[in-house]
């Protein structure tokens, strides 16, 4: 199947939330820039001036703990290529930051290039959806917190190791260059995709490169937990609140949706637009 035939009826990233004591917008995002989708941005800010409050899942500016390997440690995914997907990679990085050290990038890396190919780079000025509308919200004196605390992100994070870095082999650096054969460069593809609403195919699309063994950001934080916190928090909310969410589009379609949870605590959620 073709990604764009998955889309079906989830065509959506804003979602009503409301109960007897709260009536929440919930705005899913991806890491996007937000003068890319000045409409989106627009929508978005119309929606925080109805609300009292604004939460952002965690801290945009949160900086989680690193890890350095040896570089002697580190196995090159480049030799394990057939020619004709080495002479494709090397075309596709030549322009990129690591063009002097293609040869020596392990899969995990060559994979976070491809995946986020075509995208635009965020700056001070040029803010993620996210933090643009957070920052909105302080700006018109809206009350703007987190609702995961820093430290407890932290001890969320997975650590990433080596064994991690050099899991992500030759097969799903193929896959990952057939798929932009098809679509195009991976990252202004799924900057499309949230163009047009298409939540369903970003999460199926998510779901099938996860499946193909390579490993992105949102898997070196334990998911699980993450996503039970977070109804948590939303489900306990004081009434009044009404608050705008803004969470990660993963929570609010495919396998990690937190809608049908907060569906089963009598929470009332339909789609905007």
């Known amino acids: 199947m073709h ?3 998955r889309g079906g009826s989830h065509a959506h990233h804003l979602w009503r939330a409301k109960s007897p004591a709260n009536d929440h917008v919930l705005f899913g995002y991806v890491r996007i820039r937000a003068d890319t989708f000045p409409d989106i941005v627009a929508e978005g800010k119309r929606l925080v001036d109805q609300s009292k409050t604004v939460l952002i899942d965690v801290n945009p500016s949160l900086t989680l703990s690193t890890t350095k390997f040896k570089n002697s440690d580190i196995k090159p995914v480049f ?3 057939t020619p004709s997907d080495h002479d494709e990679l090397k075309t596709i990085l030549s322009t990129s930051p690591a063009k002097g050290a293609i040869e020596k990038l392990s899969g995990f890396e060559a994979s976070l290039l491809l995946i986020g190919e075509g995208q635009h780079v965020f700056g001070p000025d040029t803010p993620s959806i996210g933090l643009a509308l957070a920052n909105y919200g302080v700006s018109i ?7 995961a605390a820093d430290g407890e992100m932290r001890t969320l994070q997975k650590p990433l190791t080596l064994e991690t870095v050099n899991s992500v082999g030759s097969d799903s650096i193929s896959y990952l260059l057939d798929l932009r054969r098809r679509i195009g460069p991976i990252g202004a593809y799924f900057d499309e995709l949230y163009k047009a609403r298409n939540s369903a195919e970003i999460a199926g699309l998510g779901e099938e490169i996860t499946a193909k063994g390579i490993v992105t950001p949102t898997d070196l934080t334990d998911a699980d937990k993450l996503r039970a916190l977070l109804i948590g928090r939303i489900a306990n909310l004081p009434a009044g ?5 803004i969470l990660p589009i993963g929570l609010l379609n495919g396998p990690y949706s937190i809608l049908g949870e907060l569906r089963s605590r009598g929470t009332e959620v339909s789609a905007i637009g």
């Open 3 to 5: 990604p764009a035939q």
């Open 141 to 147: 004196g809206r009350d703007v917190k987190t609702l």
């Open 241 to 245: 609140t009404n608050a705008f969410i």
């Open 79 to 81: 030799a394990a290529l």
